[in-house]
Protein backbone atom coordinates (compact mmCIF):
# COMPACT_ATOMS: atom_id res chain seq x y z
CA UNK A 1 0.00 0.00 0.00
CA UNK A 2 1.14 3.52 -0.80
CA UNK A 3 1.60 5.57 2.44
CA UNK A 4 -1.22 8.42 1.58
CA UNK A 5 -3.39 4.93 1.63
CA UNK A 6 -6.13 5.66 4.24
CA UNK A 7 -8.22 2.44 4.37
CA UNK A 8 -7.55 1.20 7.54
CA UNK A 9 -6.70 -1.78 8.76
CA UNK A 10 -8.10 -3.56 11.88
CA UNK A 11 -5.93 -4.03 14.83
CA UNK A 12 -4.78 -7.58 15.38
CA UNK A 13 -6.95 -8.80 17.79
CA UNK A 14 -5.83 -12.43 17.26
CA UNK A 15 -5.07 -14.50 20.24
CA UNK A 16 -1.17 -14.87 21.07
CA UNK A 17 0.29 -18.47 20.09
CA UNK A 18 1.04 -19.24 23.20
CA UNK A 19 -2.51 -18.46 24.73
CA UNK A 20 -5.23 -20.87 24.07
CA UNK A 21 -8.46 -19.48 22.99
CA UNK A 22 -10.81 -21.90 24.73
CA UNK A 23 -10.19 -25.21 27.16
CA UNK A 24 -7.65 -27.28 25.61
CA UNK A 25 -10.36 -30.56 25.45
CA UNK A 26 -13.41 -28.94 23.97
CA UNK A 27 -16.89 -30.82 24.64
CA UNK A 28 -18.69 -32.52 21.14
CA UNK A 29 -21.24 -29.56 21.74
CA UNK A 30 -18.06 -27.38 21.15
CA UNK A 31 -16.72 -28.51 18.32
CA UNK A 32 -19.59 -28.46 15.85
CA UNK A 33 -19.53 -25.72 13.69
CA UNK A 34 -22.57 -23.50 13.43
CA UNK A 35 -24.61 -23.31 10.18
CA UNK A 36 -23.63 -20.33 8.07
CA UNK A 37 -25.45 -18.93 4.72
CA UNK A 38 -23.23 -18.90 1.62
CA UNK A 39 -22.02 -15.81 1.78
CA UNK A 40 -20.75 -15.98 5.20
CA UNK A 41 -18.47 -19.53 4.08
CA UNK A 42 -16.93 -17.05 1.36
CA UNK A 43 -16.54 -14.05 3.04
CA UNK A 44 -17.01 -14.86 7.14
CA UNK A 45 -19.62 -13.15 9.37
CA UNK A 46 -20.11 -9.09 9.43
CA UNK A 47 -19.06 -8.25 12.70
CA UNK A 48 -19.43 -4.33 12.49
CA UNK A 49 -22.28 -2.21 9.77
CA UNK A 50 -20.50 -1.02 7.02
CA UNK A 51 -19.10 2.57 6.88
CA UNK A 52 -20.99 5.40 5.64
CA UNK A 53 -20.97 6.78 2.23
CA UNK A 54 -19.37 10.10 3.04
CA UNK A 55 -16.63 7.64 5.24
CA UNK A 56 -15.87 5.66 2.06
CA UNK A 57 -15.81 9.08 -0.31
CA UNK A 58 -13.59 10.52 1.91
CA UNK A 59 -10.97 7.54 2.47
CA UNK A 60 -11.11 6.94 -1.69
CA UNK A 61 -10.43 10.84 -1.85
CA UNK A 62 -6.65 10.25 -0.85
CA UNK A 63 -5.72 8.77 -3.84
CA UNK A 64 -6.04 12.22 -5.70
CA UNK A 65 -3.85 13.46 -3.59
CA UNK A 66 -0.48 13.10 -5.74
CA UNK A 67 -2.73 14.35 -8.49
CA UNK A 68 -3.83 17.93 -7.28
CA UNK A 69 -2.82 19.19 -10.23
CA UNK A 70 -5.26 18.52 -12.12
CA UNK A 71 -7.71 18.76 -9.33
CA UNK A 72 -6.56 22.35 -9.07
CA UNK A 73 -7.47 22.72 -13.15
CA UNK A 74 -10.44 22.13 -12.36
CA UNK A 75 -11.55 23.99 -9.61
CA UNK A 76 -9.99 27.47 -11.32
CA UNK A 77 -12.20 26.29 -14.33
CA UNK A 78 -15.61 25.76 -11.71
CA UNK A 79 -16.14 29.82 -11.43
CA UNK A 80 -15.99 30.40 -15.01
CA UNK A 81 -18.55 27.43 -15.39
CA UNK A 82 -20.62 29.16 -12.72
CA UNK A 83 -20.34 32.58 -14.67
CA UNK A 84 -21.17 31.99 -17.94
CA UNK A 85 -24.38 29.85 -16.92
CA UNK A 86 -25.21 32.56 -14.58
CA UNK A 87 -24.76 35.38 -17.85
CA UNK A 88 -26.93 33.44 -20.42
CA UNK A 89 -30.14 34.12 -18.93
CA UNK A 90 -29.17 37.62 -17.43
CA UNK A 91 -28.18 38.71 -20.62
CA UNK A 92 -31.19 37.16 -22.11
CA UNK A 93 -33.14 39.24 -20.40
CA UNK A 94 -31.39 42.35 -21.00
CA UNK A 95 -31.92 41.55 -24.79
CA UNK A 96 -35.64 41.07 -24.89
CA UNK A 97 -36.90 43.71 -22.41
CA UNK A 98 -34.18 46.67 -23.38
CA UNK A 99 -33.73 46.00 -27.30
CA UNK A 100 -36.15 43.87 -28.58
CA UNK A 101 -39.50 45.01 -27.11
CA UNK A 102 -38.69 48.10 -27.84
CA UNK A 103 -37.02 47.75 -30.60
CA UNK A 104 -33.80 49.63 -29.80
CA UNK A 105 -31.52 47.58 -32.51
CA UNK A 106 -28.74 50.75 -31.44
CA UNK A 107 -25.81 47.83 -29.40
CA UNK A 108 -28.14 44.69 -29.85
CA UNK A 109 -25.26 43.31 -32.09
CA UNK A 110 -22.69 44.05 -29.70
CA UNK A 111 -24.55 42.55 -26.84
CA UNK A 112 -25.33 39.29 -28.94
CA UNK A 113 -21.60 39.01 -29.71
CA UNK A 114 -21.04 38.46 -25.96
CA UNK A 115 -23.85 36.42 -25.60
CA UNK A 116 -22.02 34.48 -28.01
CA UNK A 117 -18.54 34.59 -26.40
CA UNK A 118 -20.22 33.54 -23.19
CA UNK A 119 -21.26 30.12 -24.12
CA UNK A 120 -18.11 29.71 -25.96
CA UNK A 121 -16.18 30.35 -23.07
CA UNK A 122 -18.81 27.88 -20.73
CA UNK A 123 -18.33 25.50 -23.14
CA UNK A 124 -14.35 25.72 -22.59
CA UNK A 125 -14.63 25.85 -19.07
CA UNK A 126 -16.98 23.13 -18.74
CA UNK A 127 -14.26 20.95 -21.18
CA UNK A 128 -11.17 22.12 -18.97
CA UNK A 129 -13.31 21.08 -15.68
CA UNK A 130 -14.86 17.40 -16.94
CA UNK A 131 -11.19 16.13 -18.64
CA UNK A 132 -9.12 17.47 -15.37
CA UNK A 133 -11.53 15.93 -13.05
CA UNK A 134 -11.56 12.57 -15.52
CA UNK A 135 -7.91 12.60 -15.63
CA UNK A 136 -7.71 12.76 -11.84
CA UNK A 137 -10.03 10.40 -11.15
CA UNK A 138 -8.83 7.79 -13.48
CA UNK A 139 -4.99 8.30 -12.59
CA UNK A 140 -6.87 8.13 -8.82
CA UNK A 141 -8.91 4.77 -9.76
CA UNK A 142 -5.28 3.12 -11.26
CA UNK A 143 -3.29 3.84 -7.85
CA UNK A 144 -5.83 2.09 -6.35
CA UNK A 145 -5.88 -0.74 -8.46
CA UNK A 146 -1.94 -1.10 -8.06
CA UNK A 147 -2.78 -0.95 -4.13
CA UNK A 148 -5.81 -3.05 -4.16
CA UNK A 149 -3.18 -5.82 -5.93
CA UNK A 150 -0.29 -5.71 -3.63
CA UNK A 151 -2.48 -5.57 -0.62
CA UNK A 152 -4.08 -8.86 -2.06
CA UNK A 153 -0.47 -10.59 -2.34
CA UNK A 154 0.25 -9.48 1.27
CA UNK A 155 -2.76 -11.31 2.31
CA UNK A 156 -2.28 -14.77 4.42
CA UNK A 157 -2.31 -17.89 2.34
CA UNK A 158 -5.18 -18.96 4.86
CA UNK A 159 -7.80 -15.81 3.53
CA UNK A 160 -7.26 -17.70 0.30
CA UNK A 161 -8.31 -20.52 1.95
CA UNK A 162 -12.11 -19.59 2.82
CA UNK A 163 -12.50 -16.43 -0.55
CA UNK A 164 -13.44 -17.84 -4.01
CA UNK A 165 -10.51 -16.83 -6.62
CA UNK A 166 -13.62 -15.79 -8.59
CA UNK A 167 -14.76 -13.54 -6.62
CA UNK A 168 -11.64 -12.07 -5.45
CA UNK A 169 -10.84 -11.40 -9.25
CA UNK A 170 -14.46 -10.07 -9.66
CA UNK A 171 -13.08 -7.33 -7.18
CA UNK A 172 -9.78 -6.35 -8.71
CA UNK A 173 -11.13 -5.82 -12.32
CA UNK A 174 -14.96 -5.34 -12.66
CA UNK A 175 -15.73 -3.47 -9.21
CA UNK A 176 -12.52 -1.40 -9.70
CA UNK A 177 -13.54 -0.76 -13.01
CA UNK A 178 -16.92 0.21 -11.96
CA UNK A 179 -15.83 2.67 -9.62
CA UNK A 180 -13.66 4.19 -12.53
CA UNK A 181 -16.07 4.61 -14.72
CA UNK A 182 -18.99 5.62 -12.07
CA UNK A 183 -17.13 8.57 -10.39
CA UNK A 184 -15.98 9.52 -13.58
CA UNK A 185 -19.60 10.13 -14.51
CA UNK A 186 -21.03 10.73 -11.12
CA UNK A 187 -18.26 12.67 -8.47
CA UNK A 188 -16.37 14.46 -11.33
CA UNK A 189 -19.93 16.45 -12.21
CA UNK A 190 -22.00 16.83 -9.32
CA UNK A 191 -20.10 19.19 -7.04
CA UNK A 192 -19.91 21.64 -9.85
CA UNK A 193 -24.19 20.89 -10.81
CA UNK A 194 -24.82 21.67 -7.10
CA UNK A 195 -22.62 25.07 -7.18
CA UNK A 196 -24.22 25.88 -10.33
CA UNK A 197 -28.02 25.23 -9.22
CA UNK A 198 -27.73 27.07 -5.91
CA UNK A 199 -26.18 30.17 -7.93
CA UNK A 200 -29.00 29.59 -10.16
CA UNK A 201 -31.52 29.42 -7.82
CA UNK A 202 -30.76 32.81 -6.49
CA UNK A 203 -30.94 33.98 -9.72
CA UNK A 204 -34.32 33.19 -10.19
CA UNK A 205 -35.37 34.74 -6.75
CA UNK A 206 -33.51 37.97 -8.54
CA UNK A 207 -35.77 37.59 -11.19
CA UNK A 208 -39.03 36.65 -9.79
CA UNK A 209 -39.62 36.00 -5.95
CA UNK A 210 -43.10 34.74 -6.85
CA UNK A 211 -42.01 32.35 -9.14
CA UNK A 212 -39.78 31.06 -7.11
CA UNK A 213 -41.95 30.26 -4.59
CA UNK A 214 -43.86 27.61 -7.27
CA UNK A 215 -40.71 25.74 -7.90
CA UNK A 216 -40.06 25.48 -3.69
CA UNK A 217 -43.53 24.16 -3.30
CA UNK A 218 -42.51 21.02 -5.63
CA UNK A 219 -38.90 20.25 -4.05
CA UNK A 220 -40.26 18.33 -1.10
CA UNK A 221 -41.94 15.57 -3.58
CA UNK A 222 -38.96 15.51 -5.55
CA UNK A 223 -36.74 14.95 -2.28
CA UNK A 224 -38.58 11.99 -1.20
CA UNK A 225 -39.48 10.42 -4.13
CA UNK A 226 -35.80 10.14 -5.59
CA UNK A 227 -34.43 9.60 -1.64
CA UNK A 228 -36.64 6.44 -1.84
CA UNK A 229 -35.38 5.20 -5.41
CA UNK A 230 -32.02 6.03 -4.62
CA UNK A 231 -32.13 3.48 -1.50
CA UNK A 232 -33.95 1.25 -3.91
CA UNK A 233 -30.79 1.89 -6.06
CA UNK A 234 -28.10 1.15 -3.91
CA UNK A 235 -29.72 -2.03 -2.60
CA UNK A 236 -29.74 -3.70 -6.12
CA UNK A 237 -26.85 -2.54 -7.14
CA UNK A 238 -24.84 -3.98 -4.05
CA UNK A 239 -26.95 -7.36 -5.30
CA UNK A 240 -25.55 -6.94 -8.77
CA UNK A 241 -21.91 -6.67 -7.79
CA UNK A 242 -22.73 -9.63 -5.19
CA UNK A 243 -24.35 -11.80 -7.68
CA UNK A 244 -21.89 -10.83 -10.70
CA UNK A 245 -19.16 -11.77 -8.04
CA UNK A 246 -20.80 -15.39 -7.44
CA UNK A 247 -20.88 -16.07 -11.06
CA UNK A 248 -17.53 -14.65 -11.75
CA UNK A 249 -16.38 -17.05 -9.43
CA UNK A 250 -18.18 -20.38 -10.41
CA UNK A 251 -17.24 -19.52 -13.52
CA UNK A 252 -13.57 -19.40 -13.21
CA UNK A 253 -13.86 -22.67 -11.10
CA UNK A 254 -15.53 -24.55 -13.59
CA UNK A 255 -13.36 -23.22 -16.22
CA UNK A 256 -10.38 -24.75 -14.34
CA UNK A 257 -11.49 -27.98 -13.96
CA UNK A 258 -13.23 -28.13 -17.43
CA UNK A 259 -11.14 -31.40 -18.08
CA UNK A 260 -12.87 -33.12 -14.74
CA UNK A 261 -16.37 -31.69 -15.65
CA UNK A 262 -15.84 -32.82 -19.57
CA UNK A 263 -14.26 -36.45 -17.94
CA UNK A 264 -17.47 -36.92 -16.15
CA UNK A 265 -19.80 -35.28 -18.80
CA UNK A 266 -20.75 -33.15 -15.91
CA UNK A 267 -21.64 -30.12 -18.47
CA UNK A 268 -25.05 -30.19 -18.49
CA UNK A 269 -25.06 -30.03 -14.36
CA UNK A 270 -22.65 -27.08 -14.33
CA UNK A 271 -24.88 -25.53 -17.17
CA UNK A 272 -27.28 -25.75 -15.03
CA UNK A 273 -25.97 -24.09 -11.98
CA UNK A 274 -23.97 -21.48 -14.00
CA UNK A 275 -27.46 -20.41 -15.50
CA UNK A 276 -29.23 -20.31 -12.06
CA UNK A 277 -26.49 -17.66 -10.86
CA UNK A 278 -26.83 -15.91 -14.15
CA UNK A 279 -29.96 -15.22 -13.16
CA UNK A 280 -30.02 -13.86 -9.84
CA UNK A 281 -27.46 -11.68 -11.53
CA UNK A 282 -30.33 -10.46 -14.54
CA UNK A 283 -32.79 -10.64 -11.63
CA UNK A 284 -30.80 -8.19 -9.44
CA UNK A 285 -29.86 -6.07 -12.59
CA UNK A 286 -33.33 -5.96 -13.99
CA UNK A 287 -34.63 -4.22 -10.44
CA UNK A 288 -31.64 -1.48 -10.92
CA UNK A 289 -32.38 -0.61 -14.20
CA UNK A 290 -36.37 -0.28 -13.28
CA UNK A 291 -35.66 1.98 -10.50
CA UNK A 292 -32.94 3.69 -12.55
CA UNK A 293 -35.56 4.41 -15.25
CA UNK A 294 -38.16 4.85 -12.63
CA UNK A 295 -36.14 7.83 -11.37
CA UNK A 296 -35.43 9.41 -14.11
CA UNK A 297 -39.05 9.12 -15.57
CA UNK A 298 -40.24 11.11 -11.89
CA UNK A 299 -37.66 14.11 -12.38
CA UNK A 300 -39.01 14.15 -16.30
CA UNK A 301 -42.40 14.46 -15.30
CA UNK A 302 -42.02 16.96 -12.50
CA UNK A 303 -39.92 19.14 -14.87
CA UNK A 304 -42.66 19.04 -17.34
CA UNK A 305 -45.21 20.04 -14.83
CA UNK A 306 -42.85 22.74 -13.38
CA UNK A 307 -42.31 24.46 -16.52
CA UNK A 308 -46.20 24.59 -17.76
CA UNK A 309 -47.17 26.23 -14.07
CA UNK A 310 -44.22 28.79 -14.21
CA UNK A 311 -45.89 29.93 -18.05
CA UNK A 312 -49.42 29.55 -16.96
CA UNK A 313 -48.24 31.86 -13.90
CA UNK A 314 -45.58 33.74 -15.35
CA UNK A 315 -48.48 34.69 -18.64
CA UNK A 316 -50.79 36.34 -15.69
CA UNK A 317 -47.92 38.21 -14.22
CA UNK A 318 -47.35 39.71 -17.49
CA UNK A 319 -50.55 40.63 -17.99
CA UNK A 320 -50.64 42.33 -14.66
CA UNK A 321 -47.43 44.15 -15.44
CA UNK A 322 -45.64 42.43 -12.37
CA UNK A 323 -42.87 41.31 -14.35
CA UNK A 324 -41.91 41.77 -18.25
CA UNK A 325 -41.51 39.53 -20.85
CA UNK A 326 -37.83 38.92 -20.76
CA UNK A 327 -37.71 38.04 -17.03
CA UNK A 328 -40.46 35.42 -18.09
CA UNK A 329 -38.28 34.30 -20.53
CA UNK A 330 -35.20 34.42 -18.28
CA UNK A 331 -37.31 32.68 -15.43
CA UNK A 332 -37.83 29.65 -17.69
CA UNK A 333 -34.25 29.64 -18.93
CA UNK A 334 -32.94 29.96 -15.81
CA UNK A 335 -35.74 27.13 -14.40
CA UNK A 336 -34.54 24.51 -17.40
CA UNK A 337 -30.89 25.22 -16.48
CA UNK A 338 -31.84 24.39 -13.11
CA UNK A 339 -33.38 20.99 -14.02
CA UNK A 340 -30.96 20.15 -16.42
CA UNK A 341 -28.36 18.91 -13.61
CA UNK A 342 -31.53 17.96 -11.55
CA UNK A 343 -32.04 15.57 -14.24
CA UNK A 344 -28.55 14.10 -14.72
CA UNK A 345 -28.42 13.96 -10.88
CA UNK A 346 -30.69 11.41 -11.02
CA UNK A 347 -28.02 9.70 -13.55
CA UNK A 348 -25.31 10.84 -11.22
CA UNK A 349 -27.00 8.84 -8.47
CA UNK A 350 -27.32 5.65 -10.41
CA UNK A 351 -23.52 5.97 -10.94
CA UNK A 352 -22.54 7.40 -7.29
CA UNK A 353 -24.77 4.17 -5.92
CA UNK A 354 -22.55 1.89 -8.79
CA UNK A 355 -19.55 3.40 -7.56
CA UNK A 356 -20.28 3.39 -3.66
CA UNK A 357 -21.49 -0.13 -3.94
CA UNK A 358 -18.44 -1.43 -5.93
CA UNK A 359 -15.70 0.70 -3.16
CA UNK A 360 -17.98 -0.85 -0.49
CA UNK A 361 -16.43 -4.51 -1.45
CA UNK A 362 -13.40 -2.83 -2.20
CA UNK A 363 -13.08 -1.55 1.61
CA UNK A 364 -13.76 -4.60 2.89
CA UNK A 365 -11.03 -6.66 0.75
CA UNK A 366 -8.89 -3.13 2.26
CA UNK A 367 -10.12 -4.19 5.72
CA UNK A 368 -8.47 -8.22 5.53
CA UNK A 369 -5.25 -7.81 8.01
CA UNK A 370 -2.17 -7.97 6.19
CA UNK A 371 0.38 -10.80 7.35
CA UNK A 372 2.99 -8.52 7.95
CA UNK A 373 0.66 -6.10 9.73
CA UNK A 374 -0.22 -9.04 12.13
CA UNK A 375 3.44 -9.73 13.71
CA UNK A 376 6.55 -7.53 14.85
CA UNK A 377 10.19 -8.92 15.46
CA UNK A 378 13.05 -7.18 17.56
CA UNK A 379 15.94 -5.98 15.17
CA UNK A 380 18.16 -7.82 17.04
CA UNK A 381 16.35 -11.59 16.05
CA UNK A 382 17.19 -10.80 12.62
CA UNK A 383 20.70 -12.30 13.27
CA UNK A 384 19.44 -15.18 14.77
CA UNK A 385 17.61 -15.97 11.34
CA UNK A 386 20.69 -16.14 9.34
CA UNK A 387 20.50 -19.60 9.37
CA UNK A 388 18.63 -22.28 10.47
CA UNK A 389 19.72 -23.96 13.83
CA UNK A 390 16.56 -25.91 15.17
CA UNK A 391 13.12 -26.36 15.10
CA UNK A 392 11.12 -27.01 18.28
CA UNK A 393 7.13 -27.77 19.21
CA UNK A 394 6.46 -28.18 22.25
CA UNK A 395 2.62 -28.91 23.36
CA UNK A 396 1.06 -27.98 20.30
CA UNK A 397 -2.83 -27.78 19.76
CA UNK A 398 -4.53 -26.20 16.59
CA UNK A 399 -7.62 -25.93 15.09
CA UNK A 400 -9.02 -24.10 12.09
CA UNK A 401 -11.92 -22.02 14.29
CA UNK A 402 -12.83 -21.74 17.80
CA UNK A 403 -15.92 -24.24 16.75
CA UNK A 404 -14.12 -26.69 15.07
CA UNK A 405 -12.53 -29.76 16.18
CA UNK A 406 -8.79 -29.91 17.26
CA UNK A 407 -6.29 -31.34 13.93
CA UNK A 408 -3.40 -31.14 16.00
CA UNK A 409 -3.51 -32.57 20.09
CA UNK A 410 -0.05 -32.05 22.34
CA UNK A 411 1.94 -32.46 18.89
CA UNK A 412 6.28 -31.90 20.46
CA UNK A 413 9.18 -32.61 18.63
CA UNK A 414 12.68 -31.42 18.19
CA UNK A 415 14.49 -30.72 15.01
CA UNK A 416 18.33 -30.10 14.59
CA UNK A 417 20.31 -28.90 11.80
CA UNK A 418 20.96 -31.60 9.55
CA UNK A 419 18.58 -34.24 10.90
CA UNK A 420 16.13 -35.80 8.90
CA UNK A 421 12.66 -36.02 9.87
CA UNK A 422 9.64 -38.49 8.18
CA UNK A 423 6.18 -37.76 10.01
CA UNK A 424 3.67 -40.36 8.74
CA UNK A 425 0.14 -41.42 9.57
CA UNK A 426 -3.14 -42.01 7.34
CA UNK A 427 -4.72 -39.46 5.57
CA UNK A 428 -6.29 -36.62 7.93
CA UNK A 429 -4.37 -37.26 10.97
CA UNK A 430 -2.61 -33.67 10.51
CA UNK A 431 0.90 -34.48 8.66
CA UNK A 432 -0.03 -31.85 6.08
CA UNK A 433 -1.41 -29.48 9.07
CA UNK A 434 2.36 -28.80 10.32
CA UNK A 435 3.39 -28.24 7.50
CA UNK A 436 1.10 -25.53 7.27
CA UNK A 437 1.77 -23.98 10.37
CA UNK A 438 5.37 -23.98 9.66
CA UNK A 439 5.25 -22.43 6.57
CA UNK A 440 2.41 -20.17 8.30
CA UNK A 441 -0.54 -20.65 6.45
CA UNK A 442 -2.26 -20.28 9.56
CA UNK A 443 -1.19 -18.92 13.07
CA UNK A 444 -3.48 -19.41 15.72
CA UNK A 445 -1.98 -22.20 17.02
CA UNK A 446 -1.77 -22.80 20.78
CA UNK A 447 1.19 -24.41 22.23
CA UNK A 448 4.91 -22.80 21.77
CA UNK A 449 6.89 -23.52 18.11
CA UNK A 450 9.86 -22.10 18.62
CA UNK A 451 12.59 -21.58 15.72
CA UNK A 452 16.34 -21.07 16.66
CA UNK A 453 15.00 -20.37 19.91
CA UNK A 454 12.37 -17.41 18.73
CA UNK A 455 8.68 -17.98 18.56
CA UNK A 456 7.27 -18.75 15.12
CA UNK A 457 4.36 -16.62 16.06
CA UNK A 458 6.49 -13.42 16.38
CA UNK A 459 8.59 -13.91 13.36
CA UNK A 460 7.11 -12.31 9.62
CA UNK A 461 7.21 -14.74 7.01
CA UNK A 462 9.36 -12.49 5.72
CA UNK A 463 12.00 -12.68 7.63
CA UNK A 464 11.76 -16.59 7.41
CA UNK A 465 11.00 -17.17 3.90
CA UNK A 466 14.76 -17.88 3.10
CA UNK A 467 15.33 -20.23 6.06
CA UNK A 468 12.75 -23.27 4.75
CA UNK A 469 10.52 -23.96 0.95
CA UNK A 470 8.09 -26.35 0.74
CA UNK A 471 7.99 -29.24 -1.59
CA UNK A 472 4.82 -30.58 -1.93
CA UNK A 473 2.87 -32.86 -4.59
CA UNK A 474 0.39 -30.20 -6.14
CA UNK A 475 2.37 -27.75 -8.11
CA UNK A 476 1.58 -24.70 -9.89
CA UNK A 477 3.66 -22.98 -13.01
CA UNK A 478 2.95 -19.46 -14.27
CA UNK A 479 2.82 -19.58 -18.24
CA UNK A 480 6.17 -18.45 -18.33
CA UNK A 481 9.89 -19.53 -19.07
CA UNK A 482 11.51 -22.73 -17.17
CA UNK A 483 14.15 -20.20 -16.04
CA UNK A 484 11.09 -18.26 -14.99
CA UNK A 485 9.81 -20.78 -12.97
CA UNK A 486 12.56 -21.79 -11.40
CA UNK A 487 14.14 -18.62 -10.19
CA UNK A 488 10.06 -16.70 -10.10
CA UNK A 489 12.35 -13.37 -10.14
CA UNK A 490 13.92 -13.44 -7.52
CA UNK A 491 16.70 -11.18 -6.70
CA UNK A 492 19.14 -13.40 -4.79
CA UNK A 493 18.51 -16.06 -7.48
CA UNK A 494 20.93 -15.89 -10.64
CA UNK A 495 21.11 -17.59 -13.76
CA UNK A 496 23.35 -19.78 -12.83
CA UNK A 497 21.72 -20.64 -9.49
CA UNK A 498 18.78 -22.12 -11.57
CA UNK A 499 20.73 -24.34 -13.82
CA UNK A 500 22.98 -25.75 -10.92
CA UNK A 501 19.61 -26.16 -9.04
CA UNK A 502 17.92 -27.70 -12.10
CA UNK A 503 21.34 -30.04 -12.09
CA UNK A 504 20.97 -30.84 -8.78
CA UNK A 505 17.54 -32.46 -9.29
CA UNK A 506 17.84 -34.10 -12.26
CA UNK A 507 15.66 -31.91 -14.08
CA UNK A 508 18.24 -31.00 -16.90
CA UNK A 509 18.50 -34.11 -18.36
CA UNK A 510 14.40 -32.85 -20.00
CA UNK A 511 15.32 -29.46 -20.13
CA UNK A 512 18.29 -29.79 -22.23
CA UNK A 513 16.51 -32.14 -24.52
CA UNK A 514 13.85 -28.79 -24.92
CA UNK A 515 14.22 -26.49 -28.34
CA UNK A 516 14.43 -23.77 -26.01
CA UNK A 517 15.93 -25.32 -22.86
CA UNK A 518 15.39 -23.49 -20.21
CA UNK A 519 13.61 -20.46 -22.33
CA UNK A 520 10.91 -23.00 -23.14
CA UNK A 521 7.37 -21.03 -22.45
CA UNK A 522 5.41 -23.04 -20.99
CA UNK A 523 1.59 -23.49 -21.24
CA UNK A 524 -1.02 -22.68 -18.14
CA UNK A 525 0.35 -24.44 -15.22
CA UNK A 526 2.91 -26.45 -17.00
CA UNK A 527 0.02 -28.50 -19.42
CA UNK A 528 3.22 -29.13 -22.05
CA UNK A 529 5.18 -30.68 -18.78
CA UNK A 530 4.44 -34.16 -17.71
CA UNK A 531 3.37 -34.31 -14.28
CA UNK A 532 6.88 -35.94 -13.57
CA UNK A 533 8.52 -32.97 -14.89
CA UNK A 534 5.91 -30.26 -13.39
CA UNK A 535 7.64 -31.45 -10.17
CA UNK A 536 11.05 -31.51 -10.79
CA UNK A 537 10.57 -27.80 -12.09
CA UNK A 538 9.05 -26.99 -8.52
CA UNK A 539 12.14 -29.30 -6.27
CA UNK A 540 14.45 -27.16 -9.19
CA UNK A 541 12.62 -24.03 -7.85
CA UNK A 542 12.72 -24.77 -3.64
CA UNK A 543 16.61 -25.44 -4.09
CA UNK A 544 17.28 -22.76 -6.01
CA UNK A 545 16.50 -20.38 -3.10
CA UNK A 546 19.40 -21.42 -1.30
CA UNK A 547 16.91 -22.60 1.68
CA UNK A 548 18.20 -24.89 4.50
CA UNK A 549 15.20 -26.52 5.89
CA UNK A 550 13.31 -28.56 3.11
CA UNK A 551 9.66 -29.17 4.18
CA UNK A 552 8.88 -32.38 1.52
CA UNK A 553 5.50 -33.56 0.33
CA UNK A 554 6.71 -36.30 -1.69
CA UNK A 555 3.37 -37.76 -3.16
CA UNK A 556 4.39 -39.16 -6.62
CA UNK A 557 1.24 -40.34 -7.75
CA UNK A 558 0.44 -40.74 -12.10
CA UNK A 559 4.47 -40.31 -12.93
CA UNK A 560 5.80 -42.48 -15.03
CA UNK A 561 8.80 -44.78 -13.72
CA UNK A 562 11.06 -43.02 -15.71
CA UNK A 563 10.66 -39.03 -14.05
CA UNK A 564 9.61 -40.97 -10.83
CA UNK A 565 13.35 -42.45 -10.21
CA UNK A 566 14.67 -39.07 -10.92
CA UNK A 567 12.37 -37.71 -8.42
CA UNK A 568 13.64 -40.51 -6.16
CA UNK A 569 17.30 -39.30 -6.83
CA UNK A 570 16.57 -36.00 -6.24
CA UNK A 571 14.80 -36.87 -2.73
CA UNK A 572 17.50 -39.17 -1.73
CA UNK A 573 19.80 -36.35 -2.34
CA UNK A 574 18.09 -33.39 -0.52
CA UNK A 575 17.96 -35.46 2.29
CA UNK A 576 21.99 -36.12 2.29
CA UNK A 577 22.37 -32.73 1.91
CA UNK A 578 19.61 -30.71 3.56
CA UNK A 579 17.33 -30.75 6.84
CA UNK A 580 14.22 -31.97 5.79
CA UNK A 581 10.79 -32.46 7.23
CA UNK A 582 9.11 -35.11 4.76
CA UNK A 583 5.79 -36.58 4.71
CA UNK A 584 6.86 -39.18 3.80
CA UNK A 585 5.08 -41.71 1.22
CA UNK A 586 8.32 -43.86 0.31
CA UNK A 587 9.59 -46.77 2.60
CA UNK A 588 13.33 -45.91 1.16
CA UNK A 589 12.84 -42.08 2.93
CA UNK A 590 11.27 -43.38 5.85
CA UNK A 591 13.62 -46.03 6.85
CA UNK A 592 16.78 -43.06 5.98
CA UNK A 593 15.17 -40.41 8.58
CA UNK A 594 16.55 -39.80 11.75
CA UNK A 595 13.35 -39.99 13.40
CA UNK A 596 9.94 -40.61 12.07
CA UNK A 597 6.70 -39.07 14.05
CA UNK A 598 3.38 -41.75 13.91
CA UNK A 599 0.70 -39.68 13.60
CA UNK A 600 -3.15 -40.80 13.72
CA UNK A 601 -5.90 -38.39 14.59
CA UNK A 602 -3.25 -35.63 15.41
CA UNK A 603 -1.62 -37.24 17.86
CA UNK A 604 1.98 -38.76 18.06
CA UNK A 605 1.29 -41.97 19.11
CA UNK A 606 5.02 -43.67 18.29
CA UNK A 607 7.92 -41.63 17.43
CA UNK A 608 11.39 -43.02 16.92
CA UNK A 609 13.97 -44.39 14.41
CA UNK A 610 12.75 -46.82 12.21
CA UNK A 611 14.65 -49.91 14.01
CA UNK A 612 13.04 -48.75 16.92
CA UNK A 613 9.44 -48.85 15.99
CA UNK A 614 9.39 -51.94 13.93
CA UNK A 615 10.62 -53.31 17.23
CA UNK A 616 7.43 -51.81 19.12
CA UNK A 617 5.03 -54.23 16.45
CA UNK A 618 2.59 -51.19 16.75
CA UNK A 619 0.97 -48.64 14.38
CA UNK A 620 4.10 -48.02 12.34
CA UNK A 621 5.38 -51.73 11.63
CA UNK A 622 1.48 -51.87 10.53
CA UNK A 623 2.24 -49.16 8.39
CA UNK A 624 5.45 -50.47 6.88
CA UNK A 625 3.76 -53.80 6.21
CA UNK A 626 1.75 -52.02 3.98
CA UNK A 627 3.61 -50.03 1.89
CA UNK A 628 5.83 -53.35 1.44
CA UNK A 629 2.49 -55.21 0.32
CA UNK A 630 1.71 -52.23 -1.93
CA UNK A 631 5.29 -52.32 -3.48
CA UNK A 632 5.05 -56.01 -3.68
Not at 515 to 544: C, H, M, P, T, W
Not at 593 to 608: P, Y
Amino acid sequence: MSDNQSFPRPQNQSTSPNQPTSQEHPSPAETDEPDLTEEEKATGPTSEPPPRDWVLLLKFSSYAKPYWKWVLFSVLAIPFTVGTTMAFPWLIVKIVDDYIVPGNLEGLYLLIAILAGTVLTGYVADGVYSFSLQKAGQLSIASLREDLYAHTLQLPRSFYDHHPVGVLLSRLTSDTEALGESLAAGVVTIFTDIIKTIALFGLLLYFSWELTLVIVAILPPIYFLSNFLRNKLRYYYNRTRETLADSTGFLQECLNGIQTVQLYAAEKKVQHRYEEKTQLFLQAQTKSNFYDAALFSVIEGITTVCMALIIWYGSKQILGGVITIGVLIGFLNTLHKIFVPIREFTQQISAIQRALAALQHINQLFQELPEEARDTIKPEWRSRLQNFESLEFDNVYFRYSDQAPYILKGVSFRLEKGDRLAIVGTTGSGKSTILRILTKTYTNYQGSIKLNGIELGDIPRSEIWHLMALMQQDVYLFNESIAFNIGLDRPQVQTDDIQKAAEYVYADSFIDQLEAGYDFELLENGKNLSAGQAQLVSFARAIAGKSELMLLDEATSAIDSVTENLIQKATEKILDDKTVIAIAHRLSTIQHSDNILVMQAGNIVEQGNHQELMVQQGVYANLVQNLEGAAN
